[in-house]
T-cell receptor, first 113, second 115 residues
Framework: NAGVTQTPKFQVLKTGQSMTLQCAQD?????MYWYRQDPGMGLRLIYY???????DKGEVPNGYNVSRLNKREFSLRLESAAPSQTSVYFC????????????FGPGTRLTVL | AQTVTQSQPEMSVQEAETVTLSCTYD???????LFWYKQPPSRQMILVIR??????QNATENRFSVNFQKAAKSFSLKISDSQLGDTAMYFC????????????FGTGTRLTIIP
């Protein structure tokens, strides 16, 4: 039981490049989330998916897109990376909107030059 | 909108001592959950403890316990018999129940356990 996994662990991009961060969970959770963590700040919600087939914007969605591929997988895409998107990205999942304790993946450190 | 405030950016304590981390929050919701997460140097976010707002009894998990004061909107974390492995960033977080997906985090407290 791996919990929440994320790939890659580290990534360096040039401004304007695109990439997709992958997230998968094996806990049969319905809800999945993407957060970013910047120095001196707590985590901020980018997008979430309350259930398979649905996605909604969080606090800081600009410059990102997401796909809930199936119940297990939730990807985050940067279409045209900008230096302001340099951050650590965390994926999380929870059983449901009611049983809403969120469990986090190990994070992806992204640097945009 | 919910806000979570952690007023202690850094703390340090001798190994085996007890330390308390402070957290206050602001919300108009009546049903909600509060959490403490630990983030060690490995960067993994690890759930430490969870408190349901409707429960008057304070949550405990081994050496970790909370002091939940709903009227004062205060949610402090007490770590007893601190260990070197407790060195980490600690984040307080809030989520409203039913319909609100957003987990709101404080800015964190960096705790160092001194040998």
């Amino acid at each position: 039981n791996a919990g929440v996994t994320q790939t890659p662990k580290f990534q360096v991009l040039k401004t304007g490049q695109s990439m997709t961060l992958q997230c998968a969970q094996d806990m049969n959770h319905n809800s999945m989330y993407w957060y970013r963590q910047d120095p001196g700040m707590g985590l901020r919600l980018i997008y979430y998916s309350a259930s398979e087939g649905t996605t909604d914007k969080g606090e800081v969605p600009n410059g990102y897109n997401v796909s809930r591929l199936n119940k297990r997988e939730f990807s985050l895409r940067l279409e045209s990376a900008a230096p302001s998107q340099t951050s650590v990205y965390f994926c999380a999942s929870s059983e449901s909107r009611v049983m809403n304790t969120q469990y986090f993946g190990p994070g992806t450190r992204l640097t945009v030059l | 909108a919910q806000t979570v405030t952690q007023s202690q950016p850094e703390m340090s304590v001798q190994e085996a001592e007890t330390v308390t981390l402070s957290c206050t929050y602001d919300t108009s919701e009546s049903n909600y959950y509060l959490f403490w997460y630990k983030q060690p140097p490995s960067r993994q976010m690890i759930l430490v403890i969870r408190q349901e707002a409707y429960k008057q009894q304070n949550a405990t998990e081994n050496r970790f316990s909370v002091n939940f004061q709903k009227a004062a909107k205060s949610f402090s974390l007490k770590i007893s018999d601190s260990q070197l492995g407790d060195t980490a960033m600690y984040f307080c977080a809030f989520i409203a129940n039913f319909g609100n997906e957003k987990l709101t985090f404080g800015t964190g407290t960096r705790l160092t356990i001194i040998p």
